[in-house]
């Protein structure tokens, strides 16, 4: 079974980077697309940014497009989410998601496995 584990998360000024990690064990994420959404309480889950299986084709909601990158690293068996230019909009629990049916599910807000989110607080 898929177990994914969120870190990274920090306060950073605005303007600042921040890389994600998302950590899988269990078994190997070859076989699932996995997909970055952010939360805040008492508001919807906004999906950030997807990876398919193969790490071939990636996607990111409009908002985030150039300033987040998605990358998979398959020795570590790690999804990451590099962001940069933060603004304090960006504030949010961030959380990645896995599933075997693809990006297009995630997109669907669709997944079978989730970590527990990792808080990246922009401010000055």
């Known amino acids: 079974q898929l177990q994914l584990v969120e870190s990274g998360g920090e306060l950073v000024q605005p303007g600042g980077s921040l890389r994600l990690s998302c950590a899988a064990s269990?078994?190997?994420?070859?076989?699932?697309?996995i997909g970055w959404f952010r939360q805040a309480p008492g508001k919807e889950r906004e999906w950030v940014s997807c990876?398919?299986?193969?790490?071939?084709?990636?996607y990111y909601a409009d908002s985030r497009q150039g300033r987040f990158t998605i990358s998979k690293d398959r020795a570590q068996n790690t999804v990451y989410l590099q962001m940069n230019s933060l603004k304090p909009e960006d504030t949010d629990v961030y959380s990645c998601?896995?599933?075997?049916?693809?990006?297009?599910?995630?997109?669907?807000?669709?997944?079978?496995?989730w970590g527990q989110g990792t808080q990246v607080t922009v401010s000055s």
């Open positions: 269990g078994v190997t994420l070859d076989d699932y697309a």
């Open positions: 990876i398919s299986s193969s790490g071939g084709s990636t």
């Open positions: 998601e896995g599933i075997e049916a693809g990006c297009g599910a995630i997109l669907e807000n669709r997944y079978d496995y």
